[in-house]
């Protein structure tokens, strides 16, 4: 699925069924969806999961959790709001 798409689907109840588990659990964070999300994203691996989950723990502020899931997903924390993070994660796991 490319950016675009996924942002057109945001408007939609439930994720489409094609998303990969990273992409579902980022489409449930967009749409406020944050313990469906943090579920999803314990389901994910490496450190895309890892990023997706520092974002989310960053989101409810419990940014010392945050920053421990930053350091597993080998990033530096955002000096950026979480609508510009999301973005970013967007465009790193889809095609433009």
Do not use: K
Request: charged residues 25%; contains cysteine; negative net charge.
């Amino acid at each position: 699925m490319d950016a675009a798409s996924f942002r057109s689907s945001l408007a939609a109840l439930t994720p489409p069924t094609e998303l990969d588990p990273l992409l579902t659990a980022l489409w449930l964070a967009w749409n406020g969806r944050w313990e469906e999300a943090h579920d999803a994203v314990n389901r994910c691996e490496g450190t895309e999961g890892a990023w997706l989950h520092a974002h989310l723990h960053r989101e409810e502020g419990d940014l010392h959790n945050a920053d421990y899931w930053y350091r597993r997903a080998q990033r530096e924390g955002p000096t950026h709001g979480l609508i510009e993070e999301r973005e970013a994660m967007l465009q790193a796991w889809t095609e433009n």
